[in-house]
């Protein structure tokens, strides 16, 4: 059997909602557990969680615990009984993982959380570091060491030392639920995920305009959402076909305005999705100026007939850090699959760069597209990306 500590993030410092946040992340972590089948003792005490399960499943959990939002770290640990001896051993058995790991210096930190235990933290730190010092080959290094072995004092000891770092956030499930954008690109996945790590359960939407899109680009954007779902218990995914929309777009309207209106009319579609599923934002990937729809007019254009929020959590970030965080995620590699979007279908060499809202909306107007965006609207295909 093999004992996990999880801590819980910045829930520790919500005040009067920290009970609310606290009861979503365990349910959060319970259901990840049993979407994965797996059979675990779980225990909940102030500050910390543990997680027993058997060897087994060490890889599932490990992948479930990099997936939770909410907490700020975890680290297998040995519990013992809160008695020196005990911890010491216990110390010493972990300076051993360590030396075999070929790490060279480490330091002890211990803290009592049950302060009725008779050693100070600082003489616990002391007679451990020696023990560990004698018998495991390592060196102490106070201000930089390779890693530490930590010990907790709480209803039993614990004693653990490497760890990782969780995903920090808030729980999925405590901020809402909003509706995301998502194309088969780099930045839209990625723009879920920091508002899952807000909170917010996350449905998405795919527009593409098969047989004008190839099926291929639509399977790259249900992989990316299943991906996307895995860290937010799940999504759903709201595929629409919107080859008429793009036709009456190109039909009617001056080549370099197509880009544009075709976001208002994604945008449109979307806040009627939205408010038929209950989100109660857009979300997307737009990026200051990345492109050419993306400057702040066009942006303006964009969102200029719809009432909900559209929250752009990428906004200001540039391409690097947002390729970055798609590499963490996991899914950079699929993003960048060389699939036709339904946006480059039809985009113009020299799109409109700075739109005015007031032009735009007459534009758009003349198109008569509220029909087909309610044809589109009623016919999607829905794909459930549930936990597995
Ligand atoms: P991405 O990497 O997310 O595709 P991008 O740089 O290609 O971004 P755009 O194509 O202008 O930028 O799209 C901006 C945002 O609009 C996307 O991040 C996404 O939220 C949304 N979007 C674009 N195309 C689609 C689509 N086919 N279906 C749903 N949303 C889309
Ligand atoms: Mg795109």
Redesign the pocket.
């Known amino acids: 059997m093999i004992t996990w500590l999880l801590k819980p993030g910045e829930l520790a410092i919500k005040g009067e909602n920290r009970k609310t946040f606290e009861f979503i992340l365990k349910q959060n972590l319970l259901r990840m557990i049993s979407a994965g089948g797996i059979k675990v003792k779980f225990k909940a005490t102030a500050g910390r969680y543990y997680i027993e399960a058997s060897d087994e499943e060490a890889e599932k959990i490990e992948s479930i615990l990099s997936r939770l939002i909410g907490i700020s770290g975890w680290a297998k640990t040995a519990a013992c009984k809160k008695n020196l001896e005990d911890i010491t051993a216990a110390c010493i058995e972990e300076g051993k993982k360590l030396s075999l790991k070929g790490i060279k210096t480490f330091k002890i930190e211990a803290r009592r959380t049950d302060k009725s235990f008779p050693v100070t933290s600082y003489e616990l730190c002391c007679k451990a570091g020696e023990a560990v010092l004698d018998t495991a080959g390592l060196k102490v290094d106070i201000h930089n060491p390779d890693d530490v072995i930590r010990i907790e004092i709480r209803e039993k000891a614990y004693i653990y030392s490497g760890g990782r770092k969780g995903l920090n956030g808030l729980p999925v499930g405590s901020a809402g639920r909003g509706l995301?954008?998502?194309?088969?690109?780099?930045?839209?996945?990625?723009?879920g995920f920091l508002m899952a790590t807000r909170g917010m359960s996350i449905d998405?939407?795919?527009?593409?305009?098969y047989p004008y899109?190839s099926l291929e680009a639509k399977q790259k954007?249900i992989s990316l959402a299943k991906i996307a779902g895995s860290y937010c218990l799940g999504l759903r995914l709201y595929i629409?076909n919107?080859k008429q929309v793009q036709m009456r777009i190109k039909e009617r309207a001056e080549t370099a305005w197509t880009?544009v209106l075709l976001?208002m009319a994604?945008m449109e579609a979307?806040e009627k999705a939205a408010l038929k599923i209950k989100c109660k934002c857009i979300?997307?990937?737009?990026?200051l100026s990345?492109?050419?729809?993306?400057t702040i007019e066009n942006i303006n254009c964009a969102e200029s007939r719809i009432k909900m929020p559209v929250l752009r959590p990428?906004i200001g970030f540039n391409k690097e850090s947002?390729i970055l965080q798609a590499q963490r995620i996991g899914t950079y590699d699929i993003?960048i699959q060389p699939y036709e979007?339904?946006?480059?279908l039809f985009s113009p060499k020299h799109p409109v760069l700075y739109g005015e809202a007031a032009e735009a909306a007459a534009i758009y107007e003349s198109l008569e597209i509220e029909p087909l965006i309610d044809e589109a609207l009623n016919n999607y295909e829905l794909v459930k990306c549930d936990l597995s």
């Open positions: 995301l954008l998502l194309s088969g690109g780099i930045d839209s996945p990625v723009a998405a939407i795919h527009f593409h305009a899109t954007v629409l919107f880009t976001r994604m979307a979300i997307t990937g737009e990026s990345q492109v050419a729809s993306q990428l947002i993003s979007d339904c946006c480059t």
